[in-house]
């Protein structure tokens, strides 16, 4: 390998690992929903989105950073995250439904924020350039923009403190003991259901943060959910169902892997090697990374 090379391959692990931590933001929420509360939530990526163009909304009309503008977001999309749960567990999960019609219930969530914001905001791409967007550190060969350096800090902060709260409070040791065992739970005078409630809350309040990331990374469009799909699952289960920490290395990883290979052998390849990366480590750890065997 020559120096070229090297530094093409430097500048290439550098920007993965940026890639990776708005992955890591965008698979944070679903490791709630998916990998603690067994909630197939297929419209994930589609909420990221909409918190997305709501943010580039927000941070237009009041003049803010857009990553700020996310953090106000927050609030409102926890709520909304409770009311979904809400219909969620009235309809499917109290039945015993979850499985099948419930994945098809998040399906028509997802098509509907997706017609919903073609028709309030058109097909058009949105994104919002913050004061930071054009400054590049120059760390010798190596470049590190700030319009994706300062978001990924953003999302580990904010990952940084769901974390202490699933491990220091008595609700988020609550929320990881629910999937485990809901009967216990009810043992200990606690409400299985208002936990599982609050916690899906939270991961959609995620998706609003993760989706201020991204717009100040990339444009996004009404269908850009749809491209992070297969990513965000993908970085959930090489992770560790539920773990945190194993989301973000695998965010990481991804994000590398993915970005190298567009780099020697174009973006149409990226992808394919990818996911080929998962089908390894699952093939050595089912479990993945940070995951335990049942």
Known sequence: MDGGDLILLLNGVVSGLLIGGIYAAAAAGLAISFGMLDIVNIAHPALMVAGGFLTVLLGTALGIDPLLAALLLAVPFYL???AIYAMYHHFFERRGDEALQGLAFFFGVMFII??????AFGPEQRFLDPAYAYVTLRLGEVDVP???????????????????????SFTGLAIAAVA????ALRLMAVNPVRIKRFAFGLSIALAAIAGGALVVVQPVEPSSGQVFIGRVFAVCIMGGMGS???????AFLFGVVENVTATFYGPSWSPAVAFGWLLLVLAFRPQGLFGKLA
Request: charged residues 15%; contains cysteine.
């Open 180 to 183: 485990q065992d809901a009967e």
């Open 244 to 250: 945190l920490p194993g989301c973000i290395l695998a």
């Open 80 to 82: 909304l995250g409770t």
């Open 114 to 119: 997706e017609v919903g914001l073609v028709m």
């Open 146 to 168: 700030l319009r994706m350096l300062v978001p990924g800090l953003f999302a580990m902060a904010a990952i940084g403190a769901l974390w202490l709260f699933l491990r220091r």
